[in-house]
């Protein structure tokens, strides 16, 4: 058996050979999401300070969601830096 044919061997056996990983997480999540927003389609009312308007419940919970995210990564920002500077 020569190296070439053994390599191939065990990149088989590791399953190099088949999609990526991040390929088949990319397609599902995909799919989640358009399920999400065709089965989320309704209007709601929304009020927020002095702002009142009509949006899509998937919209408002998109919004709610960078919110939260943006959130999380300000408190890590200010919560790193406050450990990293004992002053």
Do not use: C, H
């Amino acid at each position: 058996m020569a190296k070439d044919e053994y390599e191939d061997e065990t990149e088989i056996a590791a399953g190099r050979n088949g999609p990526p990983i991040f390929l088949i997480l990319l397609i599902v999540v995909a799919i989640a999401t358009a399920i999400f927003i065709s089965q989320n389609r309704d209007r709601t009312n929304i009020e927020f300070l002095f702002f009142d308007f009509n949006s899509r419940v998937w919209t408002a919970l998109v919004v709610a969601l960078l919110l939260g995210v943006l959130l999380d990564r300000l408190i890590l920002m200010w919560w790193r830096r406050a450990r990293r500077d004992p002053d």
